[in-house]
């Protein structure tokens, strides 16, 4: 039975390695020559899109665990918080400021306890099933060892006891009394608590005593959060986990911090950047536009990750900042805009019905509410890049950063089309380029591929504002990128840049959810951005999207970086988008080969300065392909490296909590006379990286520690693996019972024929 085992454990093992030894079909010639260097591509191509959806940042990114820190959650001001005796109830009237109005007011009279429960989980597994168990659970991720700082402000009524802050998790001991005399005003309490154990828990704050005091922005962060006691990260900080995965993408820009959130669902939400800087404790709490209280997901936003702190993310990783400011236009997929359009283009509502629609949705150019509009964007642009003497460039200094960001675009609409859009858009253009002539500024093509819509807004910025960048947005389904690898070719080169704001491919039929973020889709996503790099000198930045998602919280289905309370999950994806952001040339090298009919997709960078050339090759294909490379031109290129990913299995990806499965490995590469042989292996991503000249391929990138990538095994085989053991279980058992049933009958007719 063990050999039977064994055998067919080794057959398996055996069959999941295929896909990475690079099995051989065919011999495919790929010729490089630097006569061919051609032009000059974009310095700023691959960059990050990050919106606060999928608790990306309240809950996610932003260091602070607590959920509702200050009450101010408008459908339910309790969202989050759980209290035990006493009264208690979300009151105003005595509030911090005006911005941050509402507060805790709890009477106790003996013991009360005020838990929070942080971020929790709202669905079972990879699905869209509401689990009220997981809704109720607490999910504050605590690590053992590990510091938090708990902060709040109290105002003490008439309270006579002691209050103590608690790490609330199971076997957690972490906790710290304290007592509130004298808080006739409003006073901050800072401690800091020590976790005893690994584990997702709740914080509670326990009161003994009797009478009433007030509680607001409460606040807990692991000491390790990136930013924390940094001068430049004043008022917030970052959790260390997930900033690391940003850090490794190396992003060359930042689009911020939308999206449908840099809108907003009605004029009186109409997102403010004001809103969202100086202290937080002074800064405008609201709800999330991906908020859904009928399914749990009580979601607002803090605005702790405002644009001040997206500012120093930019600055921390060497990011160009790509502010959104919506252009006086509340969400055009959420207003009706099209069913208006619609009924207006049909006859069905009138000029005068149109245009008072417009005003529910708009601001409108001409009126004082538009021109101060207009004038918040401008205080912007001063507040990134004007002197820390200047009006704005003072609250940028303020904040903690007196030099200048040096922001170069802002872009004006997300996702906008159609008349009303055009209208807002020309005045606040002119505005901005006749006081900053020198900012690029970003136009939006819609929400769609191709269209009336999409054609117009290409027309118009190329004949109107040939300056601009045009965004461009889509998530594609059946291999739509696959097959639209060159649908840049065609594009103007001598009008507006391309700019892929957004985009992910979905790859139905290969998992659900989270494993629809797999090894398929970062090929399909890697073949496309092999098409965009052999455009890079009319497509300016392209970003996947949307950048993070909670486990079981998720607002989309596919997404980059997959987190939990305790761990992350970066996708097949994730590690496509590391692989060609980090190995990327400054001109393109044209070549004559052409294997996409065949599944095989290239692209042929080189930095001239740096003597490095870049070969990217894409198999889709589910076999291996031996493809041979000629260099000519390339002095002293004897060696060369290969970063890249293969599996066998479409549905390979990376789970939270599980061994890393699905991530880019290297190895070394010989050339001889100019001529690399190299098998990409099934469904493939490789980056092979040249040093030529007098480069020694020393200072090319290197990966992150991986530490052990284990082997994806599909569910089929993790269900036949057992189920076959246990075959094998029950048929030798048979076996044996059979054997010693007839070795008894035997032995019983032996005894039988000795008798007689």
């Not at 859009?421 to 690029?440: C, D, H, L, S």
């Amino acid at each position: 039975m063990k050999k039977a085992a064994a055998i067919f454990l080794a057959v398996v093992t055996a069959f999941s390695l295929i896909g990475a030894s690079g099995a051989q079909n065919g011999e495919n010639t790929l010729d490089i020559s630097a006569d061919n260097i051609a032009y000059d591509i974009s310095e700023n191509l691959y960059g990050l899109f990050i919106e606060d959806i999928n608790y990306a940042c309240d809950g996610g990114l932003v260091s602070n665990l607590i959920n509702n820190n200050s009450f101010e959650y408008p459908s339910d001001n309790l969202t989050a918080w759980h209290i035990t005796a006493g009264e208690y109830k979300a009151a105003s009237g005595e509030g911090m400021n005006e911005n941050n109005s509402t507060y805790l007011s709890v009477k106790v009279s003996g013991s009360a306890e005020i838990t929070n429960n942080g971020f929790h989980e709202i669905y079972d597994y990879k699905t869209w099933d509401v689990n009220e168990k997981k809704v109720s659970t607490p999910d504050i991720g605590y690590k053992k060892g590990g510091e938090y700082l708990f902060s709040a402000y109290f105002k003490n009524i008439d309270f006579k006891g002691t209050l103590t802050a608690c790490l609330d998790a199971k076997g957690n001991s972490g906790t710290y009394s304290f007592n509130i005399d004298g808080f006739e005003d409003w006073k901050k309490v800072e401690l800091t608590l020590t976790s005893e154990v690994t584990a997702d828990g709740a914080f509670t704050i326990t009161a003994d005593g009797n009478g009433t005091f007030l509680m607001d922005f409460v606040s807990l962060i692991p000491a390790d959060s990136h930013g924390l006691n940094d001068s430049g990260w004043k008022y917030v900080s970052l959790r260390a986990d997930l900033y690391e995965t940003l850090e490794q993408l190396s992003p060359k820009f930042i689009r911020f911090p939308g999206g449908c959130l840099a809108e907003g669902d009605s004029l009186e939400n109409l997102y403010n950047w004001k809103d969202t800087i100086g202290p937080l404790e002074q800064r405008v709490q609201t709800y999330n536009l991906w908020r859904d209280d009928a399914y749990s997901r009580q979601y607002i936003n803090t605005n702790s990750m405002g644009y001040y702190e997206y500012f120093m993310l930019c600055d921390d990783l060497g990011a160009e900042p790509i502010p959104v400011l919506n252009a006086g236009i509340t969400c055009q997929a959420r207003n009706g805009y099209g069913d208006m359009s619609s009924k207006y283009a049909n006859g069905e509502i009138n000029e005068e019905e149109w245009q008072a629609y417009l005003d529910t949705i708009a601001l409108r150019p001409g009126t004082k509410e538009f021109e101060s509009y207009v004038q918040d964007i401008l205080d912007l642009i001063e507040f990134a890049n004007g002197a820390a003497d200047s009006e704005w460039g003072k609250a940028r200094a303020e904040s903690g950063h007196s030099e200048p960001f040096n922001m170069k675009y802002i872009a004006v609409g997300n996702e906008n089309w159609g008349e009303v859009y055009w209208r807002n858009f020309e005045p606040i253009y002119n505005a901005v380029k006749e006081r900053y002539p020198g900012i690029t500024v970003v136009t939006t093509a819609g929400t769609w591929l191709e269209g009336e819509d999409f054609d117009y807004a290409w027309e118009t910025a190329n004949s109107k504002y040939p300056d601009t960048v045009v965004d461009e947005h889509y998530y594609t389904i059946g291999g739509y990128l696959f097959d639209n690898t060159h649908r840049y070719d065609s594009y103007e080169r001598s009008g507006a840049k391309a700019f892929i704001g957004e985009y992910a491919p979905k790859s139905d039929g290969y998992g659900t959810l989270m494993t629809k973020s797999n090894i398929w889709a970062a090929v399909e996503s890697a073949a496309y951005m092999t098409g965009i790099e052999r455009n890079a000198d009319v497509v300016e930045m392209v970003a996947y999207a949307p950048a993070f998602a909670k486990l079981n919280a998720q607002s989309w289905d596919v997404n980059l970086i997959w987190f939990d309370s305790q761990e992350v999950a970066c996708s097949p994806d994730y590690y496509a988008q590391m692989l060609f952001s980090n190995n990327m040339g400054t001109k393109y090298v044209t070549t004559d080969f052409n294997m996409e009919e065949e599944g095989i997709y290239h692209s042929v960078t080189v930095d001239t300065d740096e003597q490095v050339l870049y070969v990217k090759l894409v198999n889709s294909n589910t076999k291996g392909e031996k493809i041979t490379i000629n260099l000519s031109g390339f002095e002293n290129a004897g060696s060369a490296s290969v970063q890249y990913m293969s599996e066998i299995f479409k549905a390979a990806c990376n789970e939270v909590g599980e061994p890393l499965k699905v991530a880019p490995r290297e190895k070394e590469l010989e050339i001889q006379n100019g001529t690399l042989e190299y098998d990409a292996g099934s469904l493939s991503v490789s980056v092979i990286r040249i040093p030529y000249g007098d480069n020694d391929g020393s200072s090319l990138y290197e990966l992150p520690d991986m530490g052990i990538i284990m082997p994806y095994v599909h569910i089929v085989i993790e269900i036949a693996v057992p189920c076959t053991l246990a075959l094998i279980i029950v048929v030798s058992a048979a076996a044996v019972l059979i054997s010693k049933r007839k070795r008894r009958v035997k032995k019983s007719e032996s005894e039988s024929g000795k008798t007689e």
